[in-house]
């Protein structure tokens, strides 16, 4: 009988295989080796398999492409209500062959390896960043214990840290802590200088990709968040207009509404929190900006403020940040600041 649909379950060692055909019936329910996964679709006729959006989606799913199947990714969390009873790789493959088939299912685009290489860059630095907070914290609090405080910012606190690594300060403080603020200030100028690679890395990326470039011209987007945009997003037409890439990155109100009454809560966060921190601190970049020089600023920021507080107006920008971002990809322009949007209807 032929295989029309496949749910695929992925592991790192196991992977779990549930068929049917085109009249819905179960053909093959099979747990592959990993190396046993290329052979089995190579001798299979072209199918819809359906795979979970994980970590190793996105490579397995070119890979079988490359055999010619139509693969679709969907996220876990539109995958769960299919699965009908307990947790097992036999009913998780079940429930992604049953979900894959459902005509109002979402999916998510396939990335590139070249997508994948500049997305970890970005994780690399954001996991540095965090790492040089921490060590900073600790050489903050560490010092606070004997009574010498620091002065705010992070460049401060690595200035002190270059002139302790180099022995041209140290702080009145015991032997035994000054050995340690030694060790902590050198891992922590080792983890600055580790970060500021990698953003020089994603400088180059960015002069080379023209998606990247365009985005860099939205007010509040720079080349890191140009970048992680641009790589994050495979295809734009999944998105049938701003609103939706906003909603995608968890931007836009949670509703409760119910017998036609409208409720509007706090914004839902779903979606990627790295790309929507990244316009958070962006759209407060030019809060602070409109704050300090109002002369400047746009003025409908301006009446923003006048309504509405600080964070409120912040979350409220980065979600018109992403509108444009959305509109921007989809139509292959560049930012317009005196761009009139089009009626409705």
């Not at 995608?248 to 119910?258: D, I, K, R």
Request: aromatic share 4%; net charge positive; glycine share 8%.
């Amino acid at each position: 009988m032929k295989v029309t649909t496949i749910g695929l379950d992925l592991a790192k060692h196991v992977f779990q295989v549930h068929a049917v055909n085109a009249e819905g019936t179960i053909v093959l329910r099979k747990a592959l080796r990993r190396g046993q996964m290329l052979p089995f679709f190579a001798k299979l006729p072209r199918c819809l398999i359906g795979i979970e959006a994980c970590g190793t989606s996105h490579h397995w799913a070119r890979e079988l492409m490359r055999l010619g199947h139509d693969v679709r990714l969907m996220p876990p969390a539109y995958v769960k209500p299919y699965v009908k009873r307990g947790k097992t790789d036999a009913s998780d493959a079940e429930a992604i062959c049953e979900a894959v088939t459902r005509p109002s299912m979402r999916f998510v685009a396939v990335k590139s390896a070249e997508q994948q290489a500049a997305l970890s860059l970005h994780r690399t630095r954001d996991l540095l960043i965090r790492q040089r907070t921490q060590l900073v914290n600790m050489i903050r609090g560490m010092l606070a214990e004997f009574g010498i405080v620091l002065a705010d910012g992070v460049e401060r606190a690595l200035g002190l840290a270059r002139q302790i690594h180099a022995q041209e300060a140290m702080p009145d403080v015991p032997a035994t802590a000054q050995e340690v603020l030694s060790l902590l200030c050198g891992q922590v100028l080792d983890t600055h200088a580790r970060a500021q690679a990698i953003d020089r890395s994603l400088l180059a990326v960015h002069r080379t990709n023209e998606v990247a470039r365009r985005l860099a011209s939205i007010p509040g987007i720079g080349p890191v968040g140009a970048t992680a945009l641009a790589a994050s997003v495979a295809d734009p037409r999944q998105f049938r207009s701003g609103r939706e890439f906003a909603a995608w990155l968890g931007l836009t109100p949670l509703q409760n509404s119910s017998g036609g009454k409208e409720r509007l809560g706090r914004i839902s966060k779903m979606g990627d929190r790295y790309l929507r921190k990244l316009l958070v601190v962006g759209a407060t970049a030019l809060v602070r900006h409109a704050r300090h020089k109002p002369d400047r600023a746009d003025p409908r920021l301006l009446a923003l403020l006048a309504r509405k507080p600080v964070r409120v107006a912040s979350v409220a920008m980065a979600n018109k940040m992403a509108r444009v971002v959305g509109a921007i990809l989809a139509r292959g322009e560049t930012y317009q600041p005196r761009h009139v949007p089009a009626p409705a209807g």
